[in-house]
């Protein structure tokens, strides 16, 4: 089995790798071929257009920025669904609009592909290590054949329903995930304004009812004042984003995910939309970072 993926990014990177790793043949294809080079001298070959990776490939990842990319790469001219074979598994791993997800299954269906949205969580630290949460939307029978690759790349792997499903799961992830980040920056600088040592209280607080994530991995981060990016700020906004619309047209409120979005915009037009999404401690204690 050939495998193109499409966007080299610090997620799509650390994917394209671990597929190697296991015996893929893999073809990438991203807009620098600078940044595809380390995957690139480790064995993977190179499209120089998408539509070279499509007509290659027998199953073709995407992971790229933004539901505009994701649009490019799909519908544009010479994109996946016009290029690919009959019988091609496309897989979009981009945090993406579920209506976009389902537009692009009932185009596939129309071209005899079969197509699946396949966002996931887990950072760089979990796409380096395979330990990625992968949350599906799609045919079950395409899922169940693409399990196998699903398994390289994570370790809780759901099928959540049909195209878009995917999607709507990693908006309620990111929902969940933009409140719990105001409380854990506001633990840890709470905590150093109280003149106590943050680790000793994240030994504490990470294994009781406040543990999660975020507060075990990226609180240790901004400790070290650590703000590399596992997820950046500027795709984060753009995924609460994403959630505010579908809540809207759900008429339902989200005070939590608005809060959250207006800090992390401030954050962004602060100079730190690059940054990992820790650097939101920054807004809590400048004189700290």
């Not at 001298?41 to 499509?54: N, P």
């Not at 908006?171 to 633990?187: D, F, H, K, L």
Request: hydrophobic fraction near 40%; charged fraction near 25%; aromatic fraction near 6%.
């Amino acid at each position: 089995m050939v495998i193109g993926f499409v966007g080299t990014g610090v997620m799509g990177s650390s994917m394209a790798r671990r597929l190697l790793q296991h015996g893929y043949e893999v073809m990438v294809y991203t807009r620098t071929k600078e940044k595809a080079q380390p995957i690139l001298s480790e064995g993977a070959e190179w499209g120089e257009t998408i539509q070279d990776v499509t007509r290659s490939s027998d199953v073709v990842i995407t992971m790229v920025g933004y539901p505009s990319d994701v649009e490019e790469v799909y519908f544009g001219s010479n994109g996946i669904l016009e290029s690919a074979e009959e019988g091609t598994y496309v897989i979009d791993m981009t945090t993406s609009k579920p209506k976009l997800a389902q537009q692009i299954s009932e185009k596939a269906k129309e071209k005899k592909l079969y197509a699946l949205d396949a966002p996931v969580s887990g950072g760089d630290i979990g796409a380096r290590e395979g330990r990625l949460t992968i949350m599906v939307g799609g045919d079950k029978d395409a899922y169940e054949k693409m399990k196998p690759v699903f398994d390289i790349l994570g370790t809780n792997v759901v099928l959540q329903g049909e195209a878009g499903a995917g999607q709507h799961t990693k908006m309620a992830n990111q929902i969940t995930i933009a409140s719990n980040m105001i409380g854990v920056c506001e633990a840890i600088v709470y905590a150093q304004k109280a003149g106590l040592d943050p680790e000793n209280v994240l030994k504490s607080i990470e294994s009781g009812a406040a543990g999660s994530w975020s507060l075990s991995n990226l609180a240790p981060r901004m400790l070290k004042k650590d703000f590399e990016p596992g997820f950046y700020v500027k795709h984060f906004i753009k995924d609460m984003t994403i959630a505010l619309e579908a809540a809207e047209e759900m008429n339902m409120m989200t005070p939590g995910l608005e809060l959250s979005k207006s800090l992390y915009e401030k954050l962004a037009k602060e100079g730190d939309a690059n940054s990992g999404t820790q650097a939101l401690v920054k807004l809590y204690a400048r004189d700290l970072y």
